[in-house]
């Protein structure tokens, strides 16, 4: 069955620190990899997206995500965070006719 | 703008008072979408759409309805609310499902509150 792990609940880095969110994924078929993220009160913003290609791909905000095959991993980075990027954080897979979210990962900034 | 807007974006009822939920996309997308989105749980697929008239379940349809009978909008219905599905609600929408290769486009949310 398809899904979708994300083994951080909860990451608290300090601004200006790197930051890696980690997600690994279950699927069958070449899978197409998402990256979105939640504000506040917000709806929910695609960051990023991986279909076939170069493995490491480039998005929004600065961030970047590396697909791994080998590890069934979909890795999303940031050389240096802002306190502006304190959110949840959801990868996804797409699976036939749906997307499967993984449950998220809360990001807190330490000023 | 292309967008998802979804009303109402904050609604209080008691138990068993039918709602509606209502979804509207101007991007002329035939996949639409709805979610509940639980602390720990993350978000969950309740009914989804292909194209008009044509709806499928997600993983948590218990409870809930929904029609297409216009391409720009999906509603959600509850006909007899119960606490369980105090929740905040997603509408979405895609040219074609994700599966295939498409980001979904999220509207703002609505948080629901059953008592």
């Known amino acids: 069955a398809q899904s979708v792990t994300q083994p951080d609940i909860h990451i608290t880095v300090s601004e200006g620190a790197s930051l890696e969110l980690r997600c690994n994924y279950s699927y069958g078929a070449t899978p197409y990899l998402f990256w979105y993220v939640q504000s506040p009160g917000q709806g929910l913003q695609l960051l990023l997206k991986y279909f076939s290609g170069d493995t490491l791909v480039q998005g929004i905000k600065g961030f970047e995500a590396e697909f791994k095959r080998s590890q069934s991993s979909f890795n999303l980075r940031k050389p240096s965070v802002h306190w502006s990027d304190a959110a949840e954080y959801f990868c996804?897979?797409?699976?036939?006719?749906?997307?499967?979210f993984g449950k998220g990962t809360r990001l807190h900034i330490l000023p | 703008e292309a967008q998802v807007t979804q009303n109402p974006r904050y609604l209080i009822t008691v138990t068993g008072k039918k709602l509606t939920v209502t979804c509207s996309q101007n991007?002329?997308?035939?996949?639409m979408s709805w979610y509940r989105q639980d602390p720990g749980l993350g978000l969950r697929q309740i009914y989804y759409?292909?194209?008009?008239?044509?709806?499928d379940k997600g993983d948590v349809p218990e409870g809930y309805k929904v029609s297409r009978k216009e391409k720009r909008n999906f509603p959600l219905i509850l006909e007899s609310p119960s606490p369980n599905q105090t929740s905040l609600y997603f509408c979405a929408s895609s040219p074609i499902p994700s599966g295939k290769g498409y980001e979904q486009y999220f509207g703002p949310g609505t948080r629901l509150t059953v008592t």
């Open positions: 991007m002329n997308h035939e996949y």
């Open positions: 996804a897979v797409g699976a036939g006719d749906k997307i499967i």
């Open positions: 759409s292909m194209n008009v008239e044509v709806t």
